[in-house]
C-alpha cells in the first residue's frame, strides 16, 4: 500500500493542518511540502500512534481491521457502503464549516485523521479504486485481533464461521425425496448426443448435464469422449456422481450466475463463477451435516456479512443483468436479492441438490424452497442390479436399475418412446437398427446384451424378426399415404395428361394413385380445370367426381 507520504502529498496546505489538527499537533510549515514531511514525522512516533489508535471509537477500529483483513485495501464501493460516504467537498467549503470536525461516517472520520486513503490499484480485472491503510499502519492494526463477523477478501475462505440459523419446523415441514436422476439423465443425453438426436428434456436441465459432464472432459464441446463415456457409465453410481461434484467445484467455465433462469445477462462484463463458487462451498462446508438450515437465513447472512462475495469491487453498476419477465435492468445494490441472492439459492437448490449434496424442504402448502441440508452420505442411489422387459412386438422396458451401460447401448439400437418417472421404454424398428448399422454396431451383440440382461429372455419371434432383418432388411412397410381415387379410369387418364401429371406416383388400380400431400391443393385445382369437383375424406383420400349439369 502507499505509505504515509505519499497519502498525504496530494493534499493542500488548508488539509495538511486540519489533519495535524486532529493529532493534536501544529504545523510550523508553510509550504505543503515541507508541511507534508513535518507532519508524517509527528504523526509517526510510536507513542503518538498507540494513543490516538486507542482512542478511537469502536466502529473506526473495526474499518481498520476491516481493511488489514484484506491486506491494507477493500474496494472503495464496500468499504463505503459499510462505513458511509464521504462528502465532496472543495478547500473553501472544507476551511469555511470544518467538515472534518463534524464527519458524517466512520469513512471521513478516518479520512480526515490520515488512516485511510482513496487510491486506483491495478487488478486482474483492470484499475479499480480502493480504501486503504498506509503501509506504517497496518503492523499496528494486525498487532490486534481481528473480531469474526467482517467481510473477507473473495479470494480467502472464512474462518470457520456459520452463517444463518436451523431451519425451523415450518421451514423443514416437508422434505424433497433425495435427487437421483442426474446420472440417469446424463445416460440420455450421452446417447443422444452419440446418435445425432436433439437432446430430449430431461428432469435435470439439459444444458446443465452438459456442463457437467464437459468439466469433467466426458464431453469435448458437444462430443462424447468414448473412452471417458464408457469409464463413467461403468463406475459404481457414487463415484460417478463424486466425480461430476468435483468437476463441477473447480470448473471455471461453468457459470452459475448466466445460468440462472430468471435472469439474462447481456455485455461483455467479466464475473469469477469459480471464486465465487469456492467461496459459498466454504461457507457451507462449516454448517454441521445433517441438521436441516434455514435457506432465508442463510442468504440474509451473507447478504450481511458478505454482501460483495461475487464482486470483488464492490461494483453493481457495471454488470448487465435484466430480468427475463420484463426485461427490466436490475442494477445498484438495491437489486441484490433477485441477483446476488438468487445465485446462492440456486447454487443450494439446483448443482447442489442435482449432484446430491443438499437435501432441501419447504413448508406445508408451499413449493418455495425454505431449508436445507448437507448431507453425511448420499441417500436414495439406486442400486442398478435389475432386469430389462422385451416383448415380442419390439417393447424394450428399461427401469432404472437396469446398469447406466446397458440402457446406454439399447438406446442407441432403438426409437426412444416416452419416458415414465421409473422406466424407459424403447422399441426396435427396421429403421431403429439401419441407423445402430450405419453407426457401426452389429445385431449381434445386441441380441446377447438384451439375452443377458432381460428378465424373462427375448421372445423367440422377435429374435427371428431381427435376424431375418439383418439378412434381407425391411420386407414390409407400413404407410400412411395420400391417394387421388375417381369415378372412372377415363377420368384418371385424362389427368395424367394435365400439366398435374408431374404429382401422379404410384397407381393402384385403374381408378386410383398415390399422390404426394404437398401436392394436393395442386391437384385440386387441376381437377377443377377438368370440370371435376373433387372431396376430401377424413382418410386424406381425394374423391373426385364429375360435375353434373342440369
Same mark, same amino acid.
Given at each position: ?14 488539509? %495538511? ?7 493534536? @499537533? ?41 481493511? &488489514? ?80 463477523? %467482517? ?17 425451523? +419446523? ?19 443425453? %450421452? ?88 467461496? @459459498? ?25 458478505? +454482501? ?112 415414465? &418417472? ?101 391437384? @385440386?385445382?387441376?381437377?377443377?380445370? @377438368? ?20
Amino acid at each position: 500500500m502507499p505509505d504515509l507520504s505519499t497519502s498525504l502529498q496530494k493534499f493542500d496546505l488548508g488539509h %495538511l493542518r486540519a489533519v495535524a489538527a486532529l493529532w493534536g @499537533l501544529e504545523l510550523s510549515e508553510s509550504e505543503p511540502e515541507a508541511a507534508c514531511r513535518q507532519l508524517c514525522t509527528a504523526i509517526l512516533d510510536p507513542e503518538l500512534v498507540r494513543e490516538v489508535l486507542d482512542s478511537l471509537p469502536a466502529e473506526a477500529m473495526q474499518a481498520l481491521r476491516f481493511l &488489514a483483513r484484506g491486506g491494507g485495501r477493500q474496494p472503495w464501493a464496500a468499504f463505503t457502503r459499510r462505513f458511509g460516504t464521504l462528502r465532496e467537498v472543495g478547500p473553501a467549503r472544507r476551511d469555511r464549516e470544518q467538515v472534518y470536525l463534524h464527519p458524517v461516517s466512520t469513512t471521513e472520520f478516518l479520512f480526515y485523521r490520515a488512516l485511510l486513503g482513496r487510491a486506483f490499484f491495478d487488478t486482474p480485472g483492470g484499475l479499480q479504486e480502493f480504501a486503504y491503510l498506509p503501509d506504517e499502519f497496518l503492523p499496528w492494526i494486525r498487532e490486534e485481533d481481528v473480531p469474526a463477523g %467482517l467481510p473477507l477478501p473473495l479470494e480467502e475462505r472464512p474462518d470457520a464461521e456459520i452463517v444463518g440459523r436451523p431451519a425451523s +419446523p415450518r421451514e423443514r415441514e416437508c422434505p424433497l425425496p433425495p435427487y437421483d436422476r442426474l446420472l440417469d439423465d446424463a445416460v440420455t443425453l %450421452l446417447a443422444a448426443l452419440r446418435m445425432n438426436f436433439e437432446p430430449p428434456a430431461t428432469e435435470t436441465p439439459p444444458a446443465i448435464v452438459q456442463a457437467f459432464l464437459r468439466g469433467a472432459g466426458i464431453l469435448s464441446g458437444d462430443e462424447p469422449v468414448a473412452e471417458k463415456v464408457r469409464a463413467f457409465l461403468e463406475m459404481p453410481r457414487l463415484q460417478a456422481l463424486t466425480l461430476l461434484f468435483e468437476a463441477w467445484k473447480n470448473d471455471p467455465s461453468f457459470d452459475e450466475l448466466r445460468s440462472l433462469p430468471a435472469l439474462v445477462c447481456e455485455g461483455e462484463w467479466t464475473n469469477h463463477p469459480l471464486a465465487t463458487r469456492l467461496f @459459498l462451498l466454504g461457507l457451507l462446508e462449516v454448517l454441521p451435516k445433517d441438521q436441516w438450515w434455514s435457506l432465508p437465513a442463510f442468504v440474509r447472512g451473507i447478504k450481511e456479512k458478505y +454482501p460483495d462475495f461475487q464482486r470483488p469491487a464492490g461494483d453493481y453498476d457495471s454488470w448487465f443483468i435484466k430480468r427475463s419477465s420484463d426485461g427490466v435492468y436490475l442494477r445498484g445494490f438495491e437489486s441484490w436479492d433477485e441477483v446476488d441472492g438468487a445465485l446462492i439459492q440456486y447454487v443450494i437448490t439446483g448443482p447442489l441438490y442435482w449432484l446430491g449434496r443438499v437435501d432441501l424442504a419447504h413448508p406445508d402448502g408451499a413449493e418455495m424452497i425454505t431449508a436445507f441440508r448437507r448431507v453425511a452420505r448420499f441417500n436414495g442411489l439406486v442400486e442398478e442390479q435389475g432386469k430389462l422387459h422385451v416383448s415380442s412386438q419390439g417393447l424394450v422396458l428399461v427401469p432404472r436399475s437396469v446398469p447406466r451401460s446397458v440402457r446406454y447401448q439399447i438406446a442407441r439400437f432403438c426409437e426412444w418412446e416416452q419416458a415414465s &418417472a421409473d422406466e424407459y421404454r424403447y422399441r426396435v424398428t427396421p429403421a431403429s437398427l439401419q441407423r445402430a448399422a450405419r453407426q457401426g454396431l452389429k445385431v449381434g451383440p445386441f441380441l446377447r446384451l438384451l439375452a443377458k440382461n432381460a428378465a424373462a429372455g427375448i421372445p423367440p419371434s422377435l429374435v427371428k424378426a431381427i435376424k431375418r432383418w439383418e439378412v434381407n432388411g425391411t420386407e414390409a412397410r407400413v404407410e400412411v399415404q395420400t391417394v387421388l381415387r375417381v369415378s372412372r379410369p377415363e377420368v384418371l387418364s385424362e389427368l395424367r395428361k394435365s400439366k398435374a401429371a408431374r404429382f401422379l406416383g404410384e397407381s393402384l388400380g385403374p381408378t386410383a394413385v398415390i399422390i404426394p400431400a404437398a401436392a394436393r391443393s395442386k391437384i @385440386l385445382a387441376a381437377l377443377a380445370e @377438368l370440370g371435376l369437383l373433387a372431396e376430401e375424406n377424413i382418410e386424406s383420400d381425394i374423391i373426385a367426381r364429375e360435375r353434373t349439369h342440369e
